[in-house]
């Protein structure tokens, strides 16, 4: 005769409270090692901002307007993490993991042209994934322009004398554009910007020592 299963039995009580606490710990270890994902809401996050980075946010007057020093903050995120690629466009919300990717420069026009290069943005690039994260609108490019003469000719020239932070600096030839940043004081203006020749998205000193000769005010900023 069969001999009839005897089913182990449950804690109960005191013996149930080292069991609770095992399960409590092990749904935490779970939830450090694989946290929570919400596909498609996820906004990846930038590298640590480098120094120079940090004091040009540092030395924005107070008076700023909040969306100039949205543009400026947006843009500092990338100074020497971001590298220079020819045609290179995002306007992805928030750090592009892209970036840094081995891609083909498809964009003619460059001797980079064909070349598989870590991927970035070019000169314009930068400033229109600034203003799309600043305006939080994937479609600002229509707004700010596409390319330098296109952006250039979307905002209005003014003198040096009247640059603001965030501001447009142009080169004569209408060949790189970069963001204003504050006047030194000995009246030298800083620019932000990406270039090839210096590898990526950098902050030169003296804008105008670099070639920077043109001024604008684009449309879609304040005037303050």
């Not at 690039?125 to 707004?143: F, P, R, Y």
């Amino acid at each position: 005769m069969p001999r009839p299963a005897v089913r182990p039995a449950r804690p109960t009580g005191a013996a149930a409270i080292p069991l609770c606490w095992g399960a409590v710990l092990l749904c935490l270890c779970l939830a450090l090692l694989f946290p929570l994902r919400s596909p498609g809401r996820e906004t990846p996050s930038a590298p640590a901002m480098v120094p120079a980075a940090r004091a040009a946010l540092e030395a924005l007057p107070a008076s700023l307007s909040p969306q100039r020093r949205a543009l400026l903050e947006h843009a500092c995120t990338l100074v020497g993490h971001v590298p220079y690629f020819w045609g290179g466009k995002s306007a992805a919300p928030g750090w592009d993991p892209a970036w840094g990717e081995l891609r083909q420069v498809t964009a003619p026009g460059c001797a980079d042209s064909g070349k598989r290069l870590p991927y970035g943005l070019d000169c314009s690039g930068l400033v229109s994934w600034a203003a799309a994260n600043t305006l939080e609108d994937s479609d600002a490019l229509a707004l700010v322009g596409d390319g330098v003469r296109a952006q250039y000719a979307a905002s209005t020239p003014i003198d040096w004398s009247d640059l603001l932070p965030g501001d447009l600096l142009c080169f004569p030839d209408l060949s790189h554009i970069g963001l204003a940043l504050t006047p030194a004081p000995d009246g030298t203006v800083p620019v932000l910007h990406c270039s090839r020749s210096l590898g990526g998205v950098v902050i030169t000193a003296d804008a105008a020592g670099a070639g920077f000769a043109l001024a604008a005010r684009p449309g879609w900023l304040p005037a303050s």
